[in-house]
Structures are given as C-alpha cells and as structure tokens.
C-alpha cells in the first residue's frame, strides 16, 4: 500500500522527487546519515538512498515513521510552503503554537454514551455482536466521521493493540452506565468462543446527534454488524491509521486522510483544499 499524492491538492506542485528532496534536508539538519535512517526503517540504504532522489514509491507506513523519526507532521512535510529555515525556527520559538494544523481529541463522555446506546439499540439483539464487535463499530464510526468532516464524533482515543483499535475508557463508561442502570453486561458462549454482550435498558438521547453524526453511525452499522469479530479485527488490520501506529500507540485521527479503497469514505477531489 503506497502513499497516493491524488488526494491533495499538493499534487499540483510537489512531487516525489520534492518529498526525497526535503526529507534529505530535514535528515542532514538532524545530523542523521542515511545509513541512521535505513536501519530505523529497516530497509537497505541504496534502497533509502533511492528515497531521497525521488525514484521510490513511499508507503504510508514509511512516511509516517519518517516523519516521526524527523519530528514532523506528514502535512507539514507535504505542505505547498515547506521551509527548512521556518522549520528551525519554530523549533526555536518553544512557546508559540505550532503553524500546521493540530486537532486533539477530546472525550465527550456523554456523547460516547449515546453512540454506543444506539448502536446497541440497532444491533444488540445479532448474536455475533460482542464486545470486540462493538469496538469495531466505534471506531469506524468516529474515524469514518472525521475523514468526512474533520471534527471529532465522540472524540475517544483509540490504541492499537492485538485485535484491533480498542476505545480507551470503554470499562469505565461501561461501568457507570451498568450503576445507572443505562446497560446491562452479561457473558456468552458464540461458536464455541467466550462472549461479552450488552443490553441496552435505556434509550439514546437522540438530539445529541445531528443529521451527519446519524448518517455516519447508520452507514457502519449497516456495513459491518453482521460481520464476527475475528473478521472485522483482520479487517481493521489493514486500515491504515492501525497500520501506521506501534502497537500499543494511541492511533492518530489524522492517519483517517490517508486510507484508501475500501476503507476511505471521503472523495477526494484534486482541487479540494490540502489538510
């Protein structure tokens, strides 16, 4: 899975010979050799080498430890106006804010809390919707959200671990719903597997969402509540905000911009501003 350049419109005016360029530029005013590099990357170094002159593909993942490795966000290396010498000096001036573009998530608990209500209104009564399941479905919906409209849905924070994204603070919402008597947990055997299924015993405050949050919710649950787990979790293997994090990382929302087919929900047209 390569990095596509068509869904920016930075396409217009940098090319992969630009991006080589620039990561050589940010390698060498970090002291960094090409051999440092290949080997965080582990690849060999003619094959980084072949990076910097622009004659390699990039995949996300590698641009996203790249970027990391560099101290840079993929938008700021991919911007129309990159300058290494604004660069510096921004590292410099610690105290100001940043110039790219950063959203940070920010948990509303509440609406958490009706989502997962609603999903289970809709879907609880599947057999094959158990936790894992449910997790799933969360996370698509807020990912699938923020691709579209760039703002968070329930603004939770999602880690990569071995099944796929995981919502953080699941237990304990779930735990304050079960003493508010807004669920119900039981256990379950499904196939031979043991399963953790919830019952919703109150109803989702609706007004909670608008048109697009509604929309965004039905169109997952539609496409993936009759899938089983072991499915969706392989499934989200390859999405590419799980594919680009380390494990056991918090999966950056910003990641959702460079999914491609069948996971990116967003069309991307080439003169569409760039993020």
Not at 151 to 160: F, N, P, R, T, V
Not at 242 to 264: H, M, N, Q, V
Request: with cysteine; net charge negative; glycine share 2%.
């Amino acid at each position: 899975m390569y990095f596509c350049l068509e869904k920016f419109n930075t396409m217009k005016t940098i090319t992969q010979k630009e991006i080589g360029q620039r990561i050589s530029e940010l390698r060498k005013s970090k002291a960094y050799s090409q051999e440092d590099l290949a080997k965080m990357l582990d690849i060999p170094r003619s094959s980084f080498t072949q990076i910097e002159l622009g004659k390699r593909n990039l995949s996300v993942i590698e641009l996203k430890k790249i970027t990391d490795i560099l101290s840079i966000s993929i938008d700021k290396l991919l911007s129309s106006n990159f300058s290494l010498s604004e660069l510096i000096i921004d590292e410099e001036k610690v105290d100001e804010k940043p110039k790219f573009r950063i959203s940070i998530p920010e948990l509303k608990v509440n609406k958490f809390k009706d989502i997962l209500l609603y999903i289970l209104e809709k879907c609880a009564g599947k057999p094959n919707v158990g936790e894992t399941l449910l997790y799933k479905l969360l996370y698509f919906s807020d990912f699938n959200y923020y691709e579209l409209y760039e703002e968070h849905l329930s603004g939770a924070e999602y880690k990569k671990l071995p099944y796929g994204p995981v919502p953080q603070k699941f237990d304990s919402i779930i735990n304050q719903m079960i003493a508010s008597k807004q669920l119900k947990r039981f256990k379950a055997d499904y196939h031979g597997y043991p399963q953790t299924r919830y019952i919703p015993l109150s109803k989702p405050n609706l007004s909670s969402f608008n048109a697009s949050e509604k929309d965004v919710i039905d169109k997952v649950i539609d496409q993936y509540s009759d899938w089983s787990a072991s499915a969706i979790s392989d499934y989200s293997h390859k999405d590419i905000p799980w594919l680009a994090s380390k494990d056991g990382e918090t999966i950056d929302y910003e990641l959702a911009f460079y999914r491609e087919t069948p996971y990116s929900v967003r069309n991307y047209d080439e003169n569409e501003e760039a993020l």
